[in-house]
Nanobody, 121 residues
Framework: QLQLVESGGALVQSGGFLMLSCTAF????????LGWYRQGPGKQRELVAV???????TYADSVKGRFTISGDNAKNTVYLQMNRLKAEDTAVYYC???????????????WGQGTQVTVSS
């Protein structure tokens, strides 16, 4: 099994910043990607940003220019630097990984428990 441990969620004022981090633990053969999704009140879960093992990144249009995703392959860790936060960024942020565990031949999707980010206006 793979466990994703998230940290960094907090209450912050509009215009402020936060950094989220997520580390993958387990018997990991390889991690294809690490990313962040979020689910706001009454909304569906949506992609925020994802980074591939090779360093390629994808962002939601709503966060481009404000959020930066980065990864440390040696530590199986992904970071999300969030700047110029807005009230509409308020959500539970979930870490996701597409990973292959030792003994497996294909990648599976794994989710963290989520960390709350609240932006006060």
């Amino acid at each position: 099994q793979l466990q994703l441990v998230e940290s960094g969620g907090a209450l912050v004022q509009s215009g402020g910043f936060l950094m989220l981090s997520c580390t993958a633990f387990g018997s990991i053969a390889s991690i294809n990607s690490l990313g962040w999704y979020r689910q706001g009140p009454g909304k569906q879960r949506e992609l925020v940003a994802v980074i591939s093992r090779g360093g390629g990144t994808t962002y939601a249009d709503s966060v481009k220019g404000r959020f930066t995703i980065s990864g440390d392959n040696a530590k199986n860790t992904v970071y999300l630097q969030m700047n110029r936060l807005k009230a509409e960024d308020t959500a539970v942020y979930y870490c996701n990984s597409m990973a292959i565990l030792n003994g497996s031949s294909r990648p599976y999707s794994y989710w963290g428990q989520g960390t709350q980010v609240t932006v006060s206006s």
